[in-house]
């Protein structure tokens, strides 16, 4: 099944220190890929794989689940730590909730975590009903392209295929009884204006976490897709001085030349 534009995965061979980025549900690498490509040019390791079911039609996600998801960016961490020293996860909305689970269970060998508006929740009187409805209906009205900037869009699905969103609901469930493990420096960035994830979501996160050196930041310009909105040089910068601030490595891969690649 051919891919949609921009849906490809990512990665850059950079230093020393390693950032695996993840997208979101139903959307692709090319919502975060900006985020991606700021981090490789100033010679970071840069991961950003393309999550099973996703960038090609939404009936291929009615086959997957948050099991595939989850093991799609376990086997990318896993595939960093023999390259790299030092291993940063980063996350958007779903692609926040992996990063998390990330960092709880794989504890030392995760140095931080950034997450972009994550997910912690299915909200609504229709999550109650996903583990019935799902059998009656295949899909419903898709969540893509929610962004405040004149022009910007995602490339993500129309349609959200309801056997999967019953899948992320029970993932975001387990996910929440494991951030109590999530110990690593944490920076946490979310919108106010967001139409797709409430802002309840960030505060469940924040006081759940076990972290002791946690920043927050609100995207005052920004929706759900902040890493294509008005903030998101402000998520890049942030992003890169908090590995900065907490890698002895980064100053030193700053200015090496890498190689970039797709597929």
Known sequence: ??????????????????????????????????????????GLTVSLPLLPGHGTRWQDMQLTGWQDWYAEVDRELRSLREHCSEIFVCGLSMGGALALRLAALHGDAVRGVVVVNPGNKVHGLAAKALPVARHLLRSTKGIASDIAKPGAAEVGYDRVPLHAAHSLRRFFHLVDSELPQVTQPLLLLHSPDDRVVPAADSARILARVSSRDVTERLLERSRHVATLDHDAEL????????????????????GKEGTATRG
Not at 33 to 42: M, S, T, V
């Open 235 to 254: 998520i890049f910068k942030d992003t890169y001085a908090f590995i900065n601030r907490l890698s002895a490595g980064a100053d030193a891969d700053a």
């Open 1 to 42: 099944m051919p891919l949609l534009p921009g849906a490809e995965p990512f990665r850059h061979v950079g230093g020393e220190v390693g950032v695996l980025v993840c997208h979101g549900f139903t959307g692709s690498p090319q919502s975060v890929r900006p985020w991606a490509d700021y981090l490789a040019e100033r």
